[in-house]
C-alpha cells in the first residue's frame, strides 16, 4: 500500500507560481500530478517514470517541472507562469506499472492516490 499525501496548494494571482509537494510512503515506477477542474473530467499533468523521465501534457510544458527528491521520499511540482485554466484540485498519484506509452495518462493505470490540493489561479 502507498500512501500519498498532498500539500502546497493555495491562491494565487495569474503569472504567479506554486510548488506543490506529495509525500509518499514509498515511490512507485510512475509518480504523477493530476487535476480536476469543476465539471471536467480529471487530467495528466506531469509524470516522472523511475525518477528520471519526465513527461508533460502540452499545456504546460515550459511552465510545470516535475521532480522527486528520493531522500525526503517527496515529488514536487513546481508551477509557473500560472493561468486562470491551471485552477484545479491537484492530486498526486502512483503507479507500479512499469513502462510508458500511451496509457501513460490512464487514470486506470494508477492505483493510488492522494486526497488532493486546491490550487486556485485570479486575475
Known amino acids: 500500500q502507498v500512501q500519498l499525501v498532498e500539500s502546497g496548494g493555495g491562491s494565487v494571482q495569474a503569472g504567479g507560481s506554486l510548488t506543490l509537494s506529495c509525500a509518499a510512503s514509498?515511490?512507485?515506477?510512475?509518480m504523477g500530478w493530476f487535476r480536476q477542474a469543476p465539471g471536467k473530467e480529471r487530467e495528466g499533468v506531469a509524470v516522472?517514470?523511475?525518477?528520471?523521465?519526465?513527461y508533460y501534457i502540452d499545456s504546460v510544458k515550459g511552465r510545470f517541472t516535475i521532480s522527486q527528491d528520493n531522500a525526503k521520499k517527496t515529488v514536487y511540482l513546481q508551477m509557473n507562469s500560472l493561468k486562470l485554466e491551471d485552477s484545479a484540485m491537484y492530486y498526486c498519484?502512483?503507479?507500479?506499472?512499469?513502462?510508458?506509452?500511451?496509457?501513460?495518462?490512464?487514470?486506470?493505470?494508477?492505483?493510488?492516490w492522494g486526497q488532493g490540493t486546491q490550487v486556485t489561479v485570479s486575475s
Open positions: 498519484a502512483a503507479s507500479t506499472m512499469l513502462g510508458v506509452g500511451a496509457d501513460l495518462w490512464s487514470l486506470r493505470n494508477y492505483k493510488y
Open positions: 514509498q515511490f512507485t515506477a510512475k
Open positions: 516522472t517514470y523511475l525518477g528520471r523521465s519526465t
